[in-house]
């Protein structure tokens, strides 16, 4: 058999753990094993009817062709009235890209944007896939690390230290995949205030799970609360989370305009246009009842509180309380040189989450994945009794720990 060709990029960049501990944990079950996987990242609930509705009519209308690359007309003009109801932004059409997806949209963004040399400084923990992207376009991703004790939010002087004159982009993502954690205004403001004395610095935000946070907590992206950052913003956002539209593969940015059009040079010559069904059904979830996001929000909030509070009754784990998304992401340092049941050293928060896959049949990803640890990150996208039946296997996973 001929080995096939393996580019140097391909060679250079990871697989994705959370889709690894995904498949594991599948094989796992599929072997009869009863087990419960808190490794994915999509609600589970389904997409609305409204917005189902608008697709179905869409194939009846006949809207299967070629659209214009980087979105119709219709969804750039719903996303520009999102900006400005929700974010307060304003953005023209030209400065709109709707990509295949959240993740194209970053991907897109790097290929027009990143040479060799360029750094892209990401805050840690972070989305497994933000360092892989710049890694794939040639960059060198650095890093700037948050701590457990600030419930993982990166202090400003932390942030001032990692940049460096080869910065080209930072990476900014709140509510955070895998913390959960989310800026405040406040936080937001000191945050800007370092990036204004940076002006080789663009930022790319990562607004994805704005939809997703409790406690009355009240969302505001960076552009938004300093506006001299406006001109090197990328605002990025899609409807996979908010809208449970996973599947449907509808990601959107907003930025400065010779942007926007570097980004539709890239899809012209690569994807084309996303689905132009999903595009009509997202026109939808922008334009039409937002009705469902409350009550989702009521369901999450209270999943998270229970996991939160499930983890720091053991001896082991220190779960901050986070703002948003649906992840929390317990530290397990005090579970480091212990012994599992089955006799397993954790040496690792790897070690950890294996030894809790073996063990106790709950799969969820390791910290090291994300940058930082010793952690681990749970989806509570799941029904409460599943969460429930889960933290008490992960409670007694850890009472079993010996010294
Ligand atoms: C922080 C963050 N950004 C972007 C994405 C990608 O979203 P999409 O599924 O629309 O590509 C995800 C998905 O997990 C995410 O967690």
Redesign the pocket.
């Known amino acids: 058999m001929v080995a096939a060709p393996v580019s140097e990029a391909l060679k250079r960049i990871k697989p994705s753990a959370t889709i690894a501990v995904t498949q594991k944990a599948r094989e796992l079950q599929t072997a009869g094993h009863n087990v419960i996987g808190l490794g994915a ?2 609600p589970d609930f389904d997409t609305p009817e409204n917005v189902k509705a608008a697709a179905i009519k869409a194939i009846q209308d006949g809207k299967t062709k070629y659209t214009d690359v980087d979105g119709i007309p219709e969804l750039k003009q719903a996303i520009v009235a999102k900006f400005k109801r929700e974010n307060g932004l304003e953005y023209k059409t030209s400065q709109v890209n709707v990509s295949p ?4 949209v ?1 991907y897109n963004a790097f290929v027009a944007t990143l040479n060799p040399g360029d750094e892209v400084l990401i805050p840690t923990p972070y ?1 497994v ?1 933000y360092p892989e992207m710049a890694i794939m376009c040639g960059a060198t991703p650095t890093f700037a690390h948050a701590r457990a004790e600030d419930n993982y939010k990166l202090k400003p002087e932390v942030l001032e230290a990692a940049i460096t004159p080869k910065t080209k982009w930072l990476i900014f ?1 709140s509510p ?2 895998p913390s959960g954690a989310a800026y405040t205004k406040a936080e937001l403001r000191a945050i800007a205030d370092v990036l204004v004395r940076h002006p080789q610095v663009w930022i790319l935000t ?1 607004d ?2 704005e939809h997703l946070v409790y406690d009355g907590f009240e969302y505001f992206t960076i552009a938004q609360v300093e506006p001299a950052l406006y001109d090197r913003t990328l605002t990025m956002n ?1 409807v ?2 908010a809208y449970s539209m ?1 599947g449907w ?3 959107y940015a907003a930025g400065p305009e010779a942007l926007i059009k570097g980004m539709a040079k890239v899809m012209s010559q690569t994807t084309s246009n996303p689905c132009s069904i999903s595009q009509w059904a997202a026109v939808e979830a922008l334009n039409g009842t937002q009705a469902f996001i409350k009550p989702n929000q009521e369901l999450f909030k209270g999943r998270r509180d229970l996991v939160v509070r499930m983890l720091n009754q053991t001896d082991e784990l220190r779960c901050p309380t986070p703002e948003g998304a649906f992840y929390v992401y317990p530290d397990c340092s005090r579970a480091i040189g212990k012994t599992s049941a089955s006799g397993v050293k954790i040496t690792n928060d790897e070690t950890f989450a294996a030894a809790l896959l073996e063990e106790e049949k709950v799969a969820v990803v390791f910290g090291e994945a994300f940058g930082l640890g010793p952690a681990f990150r749970i989806s509570y996208a799941t029904s409460t009794e599943k969460l429930e039946e889960a933290c008490r296997r992960i409670q007694r996973f850890c009472g079993n720990l010996k010294k």
Request: hydrophobic fraction near 20%.
């Open positions: 990242g999509e997806g959240g993740k194209p970053i989305w896939s993502n955070s995949n990562d994805m799970y899609g996979s989370k996973t593969r509808i990601g």
